[in-house]
Each structure stands twice: as structure tokens, then as C-alpha cells.
């Protein structure tokens, strides 16, 4: 049974910082691409950060120079760095996990934690 477990979401001023973990259970990360979904209300769930299994990343846009992610094997764990939060970061932020293997593609998701940035 794999798991997702998002942690760290919180309420936050804007300018300031928050660190969002996934910590996995079930899947080895290191075989794993992992992204970080967000949704604020009434918009789409959108890809936020994602890191490959062979430790490529990419970001949007809209968070490149503030937001950092990164992995680690040991913890099965990874994290977003959020730093110079903006009122518009505010949202459910989600990990997912992609993996490919010969029977398939299994993509997974955790339950989201929210991050609320004040003005």
C-alpha cells in the first residue's frame, strides 16, 4: 500500500517562508518522479515543482527563484522549500508520485496540506 503523508502547511505572512514535506511509505522515492501539485479555490490544480528519479527538476513559472525541491533517499522523503511567499501561493498543496514500471504507470497522491499567505 503506498502513502503519501504532505506535512508543514501552516498560515504564513507574506515574504515569509514554509518547508512542505512528503514522506512516503510503500514506494522508494529514488525509483520515483515526484512532483508538488497546488489548488487554490475555483482554479486548477497545477504543478508547482517536480523532481525526476534522476534528480532533474523543474519548476513554474510563477515560483522559479523562490521555491526549492529536493529529495532525501535516506528518509524517503521530499521537500519544498517556499521561500518569499506570496498571497497568491496560498492553496492545497499536493505530492504525487509517478511510477514507471513493466506492468505500468501508477501515479499517487497525497491528501494536501494547505499553506495560507496574508497580505
Known amino acids: 500500500q503506498v502513502q503519501l503523508v504532505e506535512s508543514g502547511g501552516g498560515l504564513v505572512q507574506a515574504g515569509g517562508s514554509l518547508r512542505l514535506s512528503c514522506a512516503a511509505s510503500g514506494v522508494t522515492f529514488s525509483i520515483a518522479d515526484i512532483g508538488w501539485y497546488r489548488q487554490a479555490p475555483g482554479n486548477p490544480r497545477e504543478l508547482v515543482a517536480a523532481?525526476?528519479?534522476?534528480?532533474?527538476?523543474n519548476y513554474a513559472d510563477s515560483v522559479k527563484g523562490r521555491f526549492t525541491i529536493s529529495g532525501d533517499n535516506a528518509e524517503n522523503t521530499v521537500y519544498l522549500q517556499m521561500n518569499r511567499l506570496k498571497a497568491e501561493d496560498t492553496a492545497v498543496y499536493y505530492c504525487t508520485a509517478r511510477i514507471v514500471v513493466a506492468s505500468g504507470t501508477y501515479d499517487y497522491w497525497g491528501q494536501g496540506t494547505q499553506v495560507t499567505v496574508s497580505s
Open positions: 523532481i525526476s528519479s534522476g534528480g532533474t527538476t
